[in-house]
């Protein structure tokens, strides 16, 4: 949930999409987001549409506050069933994000589900998710959100290092994600998500591998590992341009990656997307891959972003806002583009070559057939996939991922 949204054109204040976005939607999966825009502290490294107690303070007043959030926020699930008419598919997947989504009571986490099921219904399978930061919740917390029907919870453990994490901001301590596994498993989580953040400022090889030892020794079904990316803005971008922190370059980055791919493999995590491992097909995020195949999601909250039969839109950030529109009756939308078939096209090529299920080739223009042949040829691609019309990465192209979509999609 980036903080700085793109400009595109006016929202209609209905919300209302062009008929053609819901033509052959019932081919379609159909997620929900909700996002959760508060946070106990502002970790350094955070780029996303977040804020603090002291950051809305004064600021929108008793529309921006938390108490009355999740209220709030079914009024825009309710606004979604208007806007999506007659539209009879279940939703396959919600996906509670934040922000850290368990700051709200679990009684206003599972409220916001039962709109979404009430006013849509819930596919038989659904895959219900909750983000949530390790010292906020407890073995009550975790039972309330599976009572309400939540099936998945993911957590964010960065790092098992104490230096490391007070480099994040981060406050939890080291041990407690572990334990936040086990207890989720015992409310009876069937899925598991840990989070982690490789290449941080001050961190060791031997850092990481304590961390995905013990990310791996907790037994989550699945795991993610992102390289720390600097943002422009954030308290960590300054520390590093003043000298106080040293940034960390590529060649490590790609050395804690390839650590990364070889202790998950070894521990039986295969990757199924380049950042993303799971122990079992079953262990994959369905949310995130219907992210990745352009599939079609709702998104609730401040500056959360939705998709649906290729018109993109995205809210207003700040809470205030937000809830200002919703009651007014508006679309809380800032702004709306209509994507091409041309963009829709670079999209698919951009996020499917991300995927082990690899990109189709017949996707790519002569320019970017050729560069898959030289990637080929560079081991970038597998080739018994190419062979079959598939594009997949190599651990090797997967290091280079950026740069081989960069020639795949000319």
Same mark, same amino acid.
């Given at each position: 949930m980036p903080s700085v949204l793109p400009e595109?054109?006016?929202?209609?204040?209905?919300? #209302?999409?062009?008929?053609?976005?819901?033509?052959?939607?019932?081919t379609r999966p159909l997620g929900f987001y909700l996002h959760v825009p508060y946070c106990a502290t502002r970790c350094g490294y955070c780029d996303f549409n977040t804020y603090t107690a002291t950051?809305?303070?004064?600021?929108?007043? /008793?529309?921006?506050?938390?108490?009355?959030?999740?209220?709030?926020? /079914?009024?825009?699930?309710?606004?979604?069933?208007?806007?999506?008419?007659?539209?009879t598919r279940p939703v396959r997947t919600v996906f509670v994000g934040g922000g850290t989504p368990t700051l709200l009571p679990a009684d206003d986490l599972v409220r916001m589900l039962a709109a979404v099921r009430d006013e849509f219904g819930l596919a038989p399978d659904a895959e219900i998710t909750t983000e949530a930061n390790p010292e906020s919740v407890d073995p009550a917390y975790l039972t309330a959100?599976?009572?309400?029907? *939540?099936?998945?919870?993911? *957590?964010?453990?960065q790092s098992a290092r104490p230096h490391v994490l007070k480099i994040l901001d981060r406050t939890h301590t080291p041990g407690?994600?572990?334990?936040?596994?086990?207890?989720?498993?015992?409310?009876?989580?069937?899925? /598991?998500?840990?989070?982690?953040i490789y290449g941080t400022p001050g961190e060791s090889d031997d850092d990481w591998r304590a961390s995905l030892d013990a990310a791996i020794g907790a037994a989550p079904d699945h795991?993610?590992?992102?390289?720390?990316?600097?943002?422009?803005?954030?308290?960590?971008?300054?520390?590093?341009?003043?000298?106080?922190?040293?940034?960390?370059?590529?060649? #490590?980055?790609?050395?804690?990656?390839?650590?990364?791919?070889?202790? *998950?493999?070894?521990?039986?995590?295969?990757?199924?997307? /380049?950042?993303?491992?799971?122990?079992?097909?079953?262990?994959?995020?369905?949310?995130?891959?219907?992210?990745?195949?352009?599939a079609d999601w709702w998104g609730a909250g401040p500056g959360a972003h939705s998709h649906v039969g290729g018109v993109r839109w995205w809210n207003v950030k700040h809470p205030g806002a937000y809830a200002a529109a919703l009651a007014e009756g508006r679309s809380p939308g800032a702004g709306r583009e209509l994507l091409s078939d041309e963009d829709r096209r670079v999209e698919r090529v951009l996020l499917e070559l991300r995927l082990r299920d690899g990109c189709p080739l017949d996707l790519l223009r002569p320019?970017?057939?050729?560069?898959?042949?030289?990637?080929?040829?560079?081991?970038?691609?597998?080739?018994?996939?190419?062979?079959?019309?598939?594009?997949?990465?190599?651990?090797?192209?997967?290091?280079?991922?950026?740069?081989? #979509?960069?020639?795949?999609?000319?």
């Open positions: 595109g054109e006016p929202v209609p204040e209905s919300g #209302v999409l062009p008929p053609a976005a819901l033509e052959g939607a019932d950051e809305l303070r004064g600021t929108g007043g /008793v529309l921006a506050s938390r108490d009355n959030y999740a209220a709030t926020l /079914v009024d825009e699930v309710r606004l979604a069933r208007k806007v999506l008419g007659d539209d959100l599976r009572e309400g029907g *939540f099936n998945r919870v993911s *957590f964010g453990m407690r994600p572990e334990a936040c596994v086990a207890e989720a498993r015992a409310a009876g989580f069937e899925h /598991v998500n840990l989070d982690l795991v993610s590992a992102y390289a720390l990316i600097v943002e422009d803005g954030t308290r960590l971008a300054r520390q590093i341009r003043r000298g106080e922190i040293p940034m960390t370059d590529d060649d #490590v980055h790609a050395d804690r990656y390839l650590i990364a791919d070889e202790t *998950f493999a070894a521990a039986g995590y295969d990757w199924y997307e /380049v950042s993303n491992w799971a122990n079992s097909p079953g262990g994959r995020c369905l949310h995130n891959e219907l992210y990745w195949r352009g320019a970017g057939l050729e560069a898959a042949g030289r990637a080929l040829g560079d081991g970038l691609l597998e080739r018994a996939p190419f062979e079959r019309g598939l594009a997949v990465l190599t651990l090797r192209g997967r290091l280079l991922a950026d740069a081989v #979509v960069r020639d795949l999609v000319d």
